[in-house]
């Protein structure tokens, strides 16, 4: 089988708007547009054409049911003319491109050319007479009949063993996750919808509408907070195996990516605050977000060749497959262990509490099975002399380890953070109290907000939940913070700053604990999380890094920047679940994290990038593909991944 390929969760989809002029069933003669072989993007349909408007959802149908079928996969592409192609095979230069396998297909219709071209692997399942027979009773009639949607429904169906007039099949639902086993596990290739992605809808940044705009800042957010999350992780394999001299450049490259993304997510943050940006200033912003993504893409890109270069991990396989199987032979006991802290947790504290932890211990399980299954193919691959797969199988593994040993930790580590927080919550209280006695001495027309503050606070000790700790910490520094606006008039400057001193070590303590666990919870599920979590702690990390710069020197300023950083990790957390719970259909347990969360979690590494034609972006993640990218096995930019190993591929087609 070929390598995995991961389907992203697409947040800056464009809908074709362009239209062929069409009168009485004829095309008007148009002059065709060279189109270049295409990077899909992970789209199942793309429509440069703009001849499917409205009639997409017909054919993710039949996509989906040969799918279900089969486990082929169906890609369609429709462009003007094939011209742009440097070796005339069309089809095959964007199947390579794309890093197809061996039961991917891509069809690609030239509308205006009238011409079409079909790429199948050279070890498709189905012989070159039987896909010739298909071609020319079922494809040809209907595209000379200029029915293009019916075309590639009549294909997908015919590629599944229907009759021609049989029709799609039954459908996949919206909530539905196509599975794929391949390999080293079983991984998604398909989310919750086969996304359309026009090309021609990307406009130019001069001329796309503000909407386009917001559209392509929420993907490229997304992707490459991804891919910079992969590359992470990565660095860390690399480090430990080349050391840190040979991966500085690396270092440097994610560490500049880091800051612009940071960078990014803040002006995100601008644009979502309560204060409204005039039209010509979120535009202007929304482009800086676009340019920062852009720029930092770049400097991830430019060390997929040099890394490729490095990570040669066929090389140590014998050792490396040892080690990795000892390290997850230690987990199974590690994951009863942390099972049996959760149990310990769930009793002493409420739902909310451990929110963020909730089903660690069973997708950590689910990560052990597949590193197993990783295992036992690269096995297989060792011994049939094909060190490409099997490092690939290996790197799986290793990814999967990683990450269950990290739903592993954040059990633990939220269990100490709540006994910090529950040690802290009686003496918090007490302050609050003493706060509340000083407010009461004083007359109640001193200041026009004591009386409501007041009543704030006496809510919040009344409210605190002790089985909530972290929440009820927070509740009560609130309270603090509105009873000290309220006294400040009343309390000297001084005064004021060693209140916030006082209380500016449980603060900021607080919004650590707080971070780390979102942190942990959106890093192990991130295939399913959106952009609005992802720049909620991406400003909670800023404002705790604020308050921890200017704790020396401006407690009070410093203990707004924690407060704040502590009400965005709750936000961040609240987003991240409701995302989750959509992408699983609301059972509580992270279904992504076998599909589009394994697609998160190890397609960095297991994304086709094509060599140097990797990107961060739709496939891969990390540099151009992630650390380990696109050429475990010395594989070139027509092998990535071993994919089209089997003697590349084979194409059809002619003019209809």
Known sequence: MGAEIKLRKAFFVLLASLTLGISSGFLVATAATADEPVDLHGAYILDNSGVVTGKTSQIKAALDSLFSKTGIKLYVVYVDSFEGSATGAWANDTAQLNGFGNDDVLLAIATEDRNYQVSYSSDFSLSEAKTDEIESKVLVPKLRDSDYSGAAIAFAGALAGDTPNSGTGASSSAGSFPWLPVGAGV???????????????????????????????????????????????????????????????????????????????????????????????????????????????????????????????????????????????????????????????????????????????????????????????????????????????????????????????????????????????????????????????????????????????????????????????????????GLDAALGQARTEQERAQKAKAALATAISNARAKISATSDFLATRRGSVGEVARTRISEARRHLENASRLSSTDPVSALTEAQTAGDLADEALDSAQNDVSSWSGGSGIDSSILGAGLGGLLGGSLGSGGGSQGSPFGRGGGFGGGFGGPSFGGGTSSSSFGRGSGGGRRSSGGRF
Do not use: H, M, W
């Open 187 to 481: 991984v998604v290739v398909g989310g919750a919808s086969a996304y359309l992605y026009s090309k021609r809808r990307k406009k130019s940044i001069a001329t796309a509408s503000q909407q386009e705009l917001d559209r392509q800042a929420g993907g490229l957010l997304v992707n490459l907070d991804d891919a910079i999350t992969t590359s992470e992780q990565e660095l860390g394999f690399a480090t430990a195996q080349f050391g840190e001299s040979a991966t500085k450049q690396f270092s440097a490259a994610l560490a500049s990516a880091k800051s612009k993304i940071s960078d990014a997510f803040k002006i995100k943050q601008q644009l979502e605050d309560a204060e409204p940006e005039t039209p010509d200033n979120k535009r202007k912003l929304t482009i800086e977000i676009i340019q920062l993504c852009n720029q930092a893409s770049e400097e991830l890109n430019a060390q997929t060749k040099a890394f490729n270069d490095l990570r040669q991990l066929e090389q140590n396989l014998p050792e490396t497959l040892s080690s990795t199987r000892a390290e997850l032979k230690e987990l199974g006991p590690a994951i009863n262990d942390a099972s049996k802290t959760f149990s310990d947790l769930k009793v002493r504290y409420s739902t909310n509490a451990i929110r963020a932890i909730s089903g660690n211990s069973d997708q950590a399980s689910k990560l052990v099975e597949f590193a197993q299954k990783a295992l036992d193919q690269a096995d297989k691959s060792e011994a049939a002399k094909d060190s490409a797969s099997a490092a690939l199988s290996l790197r799986s593994a290793q990814q999967s380890i990683g990450q269950s040993k990290q739903l592993i930790a954040s059990i633990s580590a939220l269990g100490s953070d709540l006994d910090d927080a529950s040690s802290k919550l009686d003496s918090s209280i007490a302050d609050l109290k003493q706060d509340i006695a000083e407010a009461n001495a004083l007359p109640s027309d001193s200041t026009s907000g004591l009386v409501p503050a007041i009543a704030g606070a006496n809510a919040a000790i009344s409210n605190a939940e002790p089985r909530d700790p972290i929440a009820a910490l927070s509740s009560i520094q609130n309270a603090a913070k």
